[in-house]
């Protein structure tokens, strides 16, 4: 058998077998015209309030749910749009806590261990280290500041209208299937819940159970984000918004005699 042939065969084989269940996510489905009208409507408006998205600060707590247990800090953070990010937190009985600095190139999780500081870093910029949660930090920036991400997609389209949990939006990207789904509530006023998947299956869902507003936006009061395998809920008690912040705000600063060997 000459290569050229061993090749498109070997090819066929992996298509059949390894995206053969998966097809029918790889086509963009048709939809209604009074479906995908909707959809661009709402897109639109969704971009023109997450763009409008300003360097805010906010104060709450934090807990977070995994196979490995519970835990919960009261904790401080400030997002800047653009994958910066920082949080701090301190546990329920005033022990040091955690940190995690995002600067846009990467993310630093620092955290005490007798007496002494560990660093970790690494370019994956989402929360797994925190949370274990597969969560851009460019997506919890959006939403904590008011925004909603909106994942690159070729169509979307609006249904369930009479559904009582709201209407659900669908994103569909071409060779890739579903993207993301955005539930509103029935009245279309705010949106309650944002999912995003990844090639083969969920990488975080986002509940943003209550809100109220500050400078005129809708910013979660609760929000609880989670996955297969882990859960994290921030209880929102205030922000602060058009935040002013030092350069070195996003810089990792632990002196070497405070880092562990």
Request: proline share 5%; net charge negative.
């Given at each position: 058998m000459?290569?050229?042939?061993?090749?498109?065969?070997?090819?066929?084989?992996?298509?059949?077998?390894?995206?053969?269940?998966?097809?029918?996510?790889?086509?963009?489905?048709?939809?209604?015209?009074?479906?995908?009208?909707?959809?661009?409507?709402?897109?639109?408006?969704?971009?023109?309030?997450?763009?409008?998205?300003?360097?805010?600060?906010?104060?709450?707590?934090?807990?977070?749910?995994?196979?490995?247990?519970?835990?919960?800090?009261?904790?401080?953070?400030?997002?800047?749009?653009?994958?910066?990010?920082?949080v701090e937190t301190v546990g329920v009985a005033g022990q040091p806590g955690i940190r995690l600095i995002c600067d846009g190139d990467a993310c630093h999780f620092l955290y005490a261990d007798n007496g002494c500081f560990r660093k970790i870093s690494s370019r994956r910029q989402n929360l797994s280290q925190l949370a274990g949660i597969d969560m851009d930090v460019?997506?919890?920036?959006?939403?904590?500041?008011?925004?909603?991400?909106?994942?690159?997609?070729?169509?979307?389209?609006?249904?369930?209208?009479?559904?009582?949990?709201?209407?659900?939006?669908?994103?569909?990207?071409?060779?890739?299937?579903?993207?993301?789904?955005?539930?509103?509530?029935?009245d279309m006023s705010r949106v309650r819940e944002v999912a995003i998947y990844g090639f083969r299956d969920l990488k975080y869902r986002a509940e943003i159970v209550s809100t109220r507003m500050v400078n005129g936006r809708q910013i979660p009061d609760r929000l609880l984000v989670e996955n297969e395998d882990a859960a994290m809920q921030l209880v929102v008690e205030r922000v602060w918004f058009d935040t002013k912040y030092a350069p070195d705000a996003f810089v990792p600063k632990i002196p070497k005699e405070r880092l562990c060997d």
């Amino acid at each position: 058998m000459n290569r050229s042939r061993c090749f498109f065969l070997l090819l066929y084989a992996f298509l059949a077998l390894g995206l053969g269940g998966g097809c029918a996510r790889l086509v963009v489905p048709d939809q209604p015209e009074q479906m995908i009208a909707p959809a661009k409507v709402q897109l639109a408006r969704l971009a023109e309030i997450s763009e409008q998205t300003l360097p805010y600060k906010g104060i709450g707590e934090l807990r977070v749910y995994s196979g490995e247990g519970s835990f919960s800090f009261r904790g401080a953070w400030l997002g800047v749009p653009e994958r910066r990010f920082r949080v701090e937190t301190v546990g329920v009985a005033g022990q040091p806590g955690i940190r995690l600095i995002c600067d846009g190139d990467a993310c630093h999780f620092l955290y005490a261990d007798n007496g002494c500081f560990r660093k970790i870093s690494s370019r994956r910029q989402n929360l797994s280290q925190l949370a274990g949660i597969d969560m851009d930090v460019a997506d919890l920036v959006l939403i904590l500041g008011g925004g909603i991400p909106i994942a690159d997609h070729d169509t979307a389209w609006i249904e369930g209208e009479d559904d009582p949990e709201g209407p659900v939006m669908r994103l569909h990207r071409r060779f890739y299937g579903e993207v993301e789904t955005i539930r509103f509530s029935g009245d279309m006023s705010r949106v309650r819940e944002v999912a995003i998947y990844g090639f083969r299956d969920l990488k975080y869902r986002a509940e943003i159970v209550s809100t109220r507003m500050v400078n005129g936006r809708q910013i979660p009061d609760r929000l609880l984000v989670e996955n297969e395998d882990a859960a994290m809920q921030l209880v929102v008690e205030r922000v602060w918004f058009d935040t002013k912040y030092a350069p070195d705000a996003f810089v990792p600063k632990i002196p070497k005699e405070r880092l562990c060997d």
